[in-house]
């Protein structure tokens, strides 16, 4: 299965999710309002399929230092704490689901995000 249709699988298998493109890429939103995870592929200097997604305090830092290879901070958003993932690198499917999730958290009213716990 390619990254993408994984990637979609996971975000709209979450409560209130849609897709649509922004910037010519395939973004997920909470109620068609707030983007929790973007998709890239080959974009912004990184080759292949990426997503960044809003993390949680502190979880950036410690996953780009940990594996540089993997997890990157991306233009635009990395200011904010969101992290870069790279999909063509080693990726564990499990994880980027956490990830996701981390993700929607953040962004969701707190009733939708409680669905996930």
Known sequence: MDPLTRIRAICLALPETSERLSHGSPNFFVRAKR???????DQHREPGATIWC??????????????????????????????????????DWDEITEIIHDAYRIVAPKKLAAQLD
Do not use: C, K, N, S
Request: net charge negative; proline share 13%; charged share 20%.
């Open 54 to 91: 809003p993390a949680p305090q502190g979880a950036q830092a410690e996953l780009v230092d940990a594996e540089p290879e993997r997890f990157f901070v991306p233009p635009y958003v990395g200011h904010r704490g969101w992290i870069g993932v790279r999909l063509e690198v080693d990726p």
């Open 35 to 41: 983007a929790f995870t973007m998709f890239m592929a």
